[in-house]
């Protein structure tokens, strides 16, 4: 096992959905080769019910998971055998604009969980976005059970809109962060802006020695709204991203490279950019959590209301994308692996931008290939 360049030891291998593996489920094996153009979804089990605009999601380690409920700041634990749902804490100082997107977004474990019992959360605040370690003591009486943030980051532009706000530990066991450029379109370029990239920084918020620039968090700049970030089985960084009124996208995201909004939005061709792997039209898609399994990239969709299947062939597309429950659930808004067939998925009809239908939100167990 390596060590990293900030004194922790990797992984040896990638996590599976985006979160290290105590909070996204089993590592999935390698593909023994590149998946079948067409796959396949079947929804197997409902696992909670009655959720209010639920954003992030993760899995702990005794299979319970834990969801965050944007417009209220709440945390609550969902015991998939039950399916009960029971709060565990409010994260305090979050703030929700009706209609907007900004709140109590991403959910990430540490990958030393099993020591530090530590949850990291994304979120809104009157002045800024930021990012907090929470321990989780389930012992403590119920709706008591968060402890008092420890702020690790702050300063991430907020607004109304384009927040960003996934977080994801990566393989090297550094914590991600998508963020927006709130409608600023200049911050997406702005090097001192932490708007409009993915960040990467140590579980307590500092700087890798191995970042693209020295002393900066960015790790790719050149973005317009990230919501999804997942590894795939060689350990390369997908995310998903908002367009703007022509394409949204899915980018194979490397460090140091330049994405290109708001100069270009798609596929453009423009030098010095890069271009997205996928491309959508906004009714197909604004996409939101993407997560990894079975050697395809899947991602939730809202507007869309799909599921998409990318199937791999290294760091491209083998096939084209093909789309999953098309409608039947509403908005889709986060997809985490469970292992390399098992996928939960989450509904956000309640966000003030869908229509709620009895039982919503939910959370959905899929069985994919």
């Known amino acids: 096992m390596a060590a990293h360049p900030t004194g922790r030891s990797a992984p040896a291998l990638p996590p599976a959905g985006g979160s290290a593996a105590p909070s996204g489920g089993a590592t999935p094996s390698a593909p023994a080769s590149t998946p079948p153009a067409k796959g396949t979804v079947k929804v197997t089990a409902t696992v909670a019910t009655g959720l209010s605009a639920p954003w992030g999601l993760v899995q702990l380690p005794d299979d319970s ?18 399916h009960s749902v029971t709060q565990i804490g409010l994260v305090p ?9 900004n709140g109590l977004l991403g959910l990430a ?120 970030l997942a590894w795939d089985d060689q350990g390369r960084l997908w995310a998903s991203e908002f367009g703007q009124d022509t394409w949204d996208e899915l ?46 990239i899947w991602m939730a969709s809202l507007k869309g209301g799909r599921l998409w299947r990318v199937p791999l062939a290294g760091a491209k597309a083998s096939a084209a994308p093909q789309a999953f429950l ?16 098992t996928l939960l998925l989450t509904t956000s009809n309640t966000d003030d931008r869908g229509t709620a239908h009895s039982g919503d939100d939910r959370v959905l167990q899929l069985t994919v290939s």
């Open 109 to 228: 474990v540490s990958p030393d969980y099993g020591s530090d019992h530590l949850v990291y959360a994304y979120f809104s605040t009157e002045s800024d976005n930021r990012i907090a370690s929470f321990l989780y003591d389930p012992s403590r009486p119920k709706g008591e059970q968060l402890g008092a943030p420890d702020t690790i980051l702050r300063g991430i532009p907020t607004g109304s809109l384009h927040n960003g706000g996934r977080i994801a530990f990566g393989p090297d066991g550094d914590l991600y962060a998508g963020t927006g450029e709130t409608g600023q379109r200049s911050l997406a370029q702005n090097m001192s802006s932490l708007g409009g990239k993915i960040l990467r920084m140590t579980p307590d918020g500092e700087v890798p020695t191995d970042n693209p620039t020295p002393g900066s968090l960015v790790y790719s700049p050149g973005h317009r709204n990230v919501q999804g």
């Open 93 to 101: 100082g979050v703030t929700h604009t009706k209609g907007g997107e």
């Open 326 to 341: 098309d409608g039947k659930y509403g908005r889709l808004r986060t997809v985490v692996a469970l292992d390399d067939h």
């Open 251 to 296: 980018n194979r995201i490397e460090p140091g490279k330049n994405y290109g909004w708001p100069t270009v939005e798609g596929i453009a061709h423009h030098p010095g950019f890069v271009d997205p792997v996928e491309q959508w039209h906004p009714a197909d898609a604004s996409p939101s959590g993407v997560a990894y399994a079975a050697g395809c």
């Open 65 to 82: 998971l834990l969801v965050a409920a944007r417009d209220t700041g709440r945390i609550s634990r969902i015991d998939p055998k039950t």
